[in-house]
């Protein structure tokens, strides 16, 4: 399939299935027009565009696979983050949980946040109170990131994040709150399809963070930058970056020897308050 008759083609897909425009758009987190859109031609789609929709469709995974392939043709996609404000912070969010529901195994490496899907309600808050958002932007906001933590206690899905030592200390929000976030992470770490690992401070290093990133499945990367959102379908980058994960993962501590350090970094916090 070449890339040009990708929309006709999600169109005849859609139709296929017995599907309206509307619901499918509203599954796809999308306008009705900018559906419209992408199956006339009109407008070119994303890879996170087409990955909505199927999802919407409800397609099998080899299905998927074609249709990924053919949007994939250039490898790379970048989003700026000024696109993302004018979409809204919500609405991405709705989109991520979308994309989430579709992945099976989903790997994350951070170095410098909690990841989305193990914070706390006020560390939400405090990750999105410095985008300008209005009160009632950001209350929307931070209760679909929250929603999107069910997901976690799905038996048929399996979550790696791997963290540096770090992002447990970074002071993004009072002492006594950052606690709470660890004690989240340890109670987190104790479902059956989450595993966290954490590169400590201390371990010997052969890799360099460089900048965080998630894996869906085999299917995409998604890199967070200062400006910007690159999503990579390219197998051979997709390699690159789980091998990266791989290694980080070699060095990081899991199981009862995560929680201790965390739980030990938690009450660090503690008596620094009993102390002022």
């Not at 994303?46 to 909505?52: A, G, P, Y």
């Not at 250039?74 to 919500?90: F, K």
């Not at 360099?208 to 990367?221: A, C, L, M, N, Q």
Request: proline share 3%.
């Amino acid at each position: 399939m070449k890339k040009s008759g990708l929309g006709p083609a999600l169109r005849e897909l859609r139709e296929s299935s017995g599907l309206e425009a509307k619901a499918v758009a509203r599954s796809a987190v999308m306008s009705r027009s900018k559906l419209s859109k992408i199956e006339n031609g009109k407008t070119a789609p994303s890879v996170t565009d087409v990955d909505c929709i199927l999802t919407a469709i409800g397609v099998s995974d080899e299905v998927k696979g074609e249709y990924m392939a053919a949007v994939g043709e250039a490898t790379t996609e970048v989003t700026a983050w000024r696109l993302v404000r004018r979409l809204g912070y919500s609405r991405k969010q709705e989109q991520v949980k979308a994309l989430e529901s579709q992945t099976t195994l989903l790997r994350l490496f951070q170095h410098s946040l909690v990841p989305g899907l193990l914070q706390t309600p006020e560390y939400v808050r405090a990750v999105f109170a410095g985008k300008g958002l209005t009160e009632a932007q950001l209350e929307r906001t931070v209760g679909v990131r929250l929603a999107r933590q069910s997901i976690l206690y799905s038996e048929e899905k399996a979550f790696r994040f791997i963290i540096t030592e770090s992002v447990l200390r970074w002071r993004i929000v009072p002492p006594l709150v950052m606690a709470g976030q660890l004690d989240r992470l340890i109670s987190v770490s104790r479902l059956p399809g989450v595993d966290i690992g954490i590169v400590g401070l201390s371990a010997a290093q052969t890799e360099f963070p460089g900048h965080s990133f998630s894996i869906k499945d085999e299917r995409t990367v998604t890199v967070e930058m200062i400006h910007a959102e690159t999503v990579m379908t390219d197998p051979r980058d997709i390699a690159l970056y789980v091998a990266k994960f791989e290694r980080f993962s070699g060095v990081a501590v899991s199981g009862d020897d995560m929680r201790t350090l965390i739980a030990a970094i938690r009450d660090e916090l503690f008596r620094e308050q009993e102390t002022v």
